[in-house]
């Protein structure tokens, strides 16, 4: 069955420095990867999707992530974090071809605290 | 673009009652709709899928007889539960894709707060 799991669960920067937050997928078949992000008290809106092509993805708020394949790794970075980026990041996948309901698995998720 | 709603945004019910969460998909018709639960501090769970105009498909563990989901139009599909217990208390959030959008991508409503005494 297919899983998803984000080593992160809690993470605590401070302005400026850098992010990683790791995410692994468990799946045989070829998959379509997202990361959304959940700020308080609003909805999940999607950050960035890979489906094929270029493995190093830009999303919106200057966020990426590097599809490695052979990792089953789709880890999320931003070079500076902002305090506005303090929320719950959650990766999904879910997946391509004949089998494909658009149905997405989530991983646990990791709340992002930034202080000013 | 691709705004998806959910009404109410909070519901407080008394146990045994039923309730219904509609998702509604504001600027563009979605064959496509999906069921979560988020329970705090918790990721999303799929309760089930729908899809416009057939029966809806329910995740294992999930009471289909429970969480009623209805999909009647391209823009509106309905979740009820019925014979609400405190168990049931959760964030309901539902998300809308395909039609001109593909069903890859999802959007996400604002989720509907249920509580049950």
């Known amino acids: 069955a297919q899983s998803v799991s984000q080593h992160n669960h809690h993470v605590i920067l401070s302005e400026a420095a850098s992010l990683e937050l790791g995410c692994n997928y468990s799946?045989?078949?070829?998959?379509?990867l997202f990361w959304y992000v959940q700020y308080p008290g609003q909805h999940l809106q999607l950050l960035l999707k890979y489906f094929s092509g270029d493995p190093l993805v830009k999303g919106i708020k200057g966020f990426e992530a590097e599809f490695i394949k052979s990792k089953f790794s789709f880890n999320l970075r931003k070079p500076s974090v902002q305090w506005s980026d303090t929320a719950e990041y959650f990766c999904?996948?879910?997946?391509?071809?004949?089998?494909?309901?658009?149905?997405?698995?989530f991983g646990q998720g990791t709340t992002l605290q930034v202080k000013p | 673009g691709a705004v998806v709603s959910q009404h109410p945004s909070r519901v407080i019910c008394k146990s045994g009652t039923s309730v219904k969460i509609e998702c509604r998909s504001l600027d563009f018709q979605a064959t496509t709709m999906f069921w979560y639960r988020q329970f705090p501090k918790q990721s999303l769970m799929l309760m089930a899928t729908?899809?416009?105009?057939?029966?809806?498909?329910?995740e294992q563990g999930v009471e289909k007889d429970k969480f009623l989901i209805n999909h009647a139009s391209l823009t509106l599909s309905t979740l009820t539960v019925t014979s609400a217990h405190p168990e049931d208390s959760s964030f309901y959030i539902c998300s809308a894709g395909g039609g001109f959008l593909s069903t890859d991508t999802q959007y996400f409503g604002p989720g509907t707060r249920l509580t049950v005494l």
């Open positions: 799946y045989g078949g070829t998959v379509n």
């Open positions: 729908s899809n416009e105009g057939s029966k809806a498909t329910y």
């Open positions: 999904a996948v879910s997946q391509q071809g004949s089998g494909n309901t658009g149905k997405l698995i």
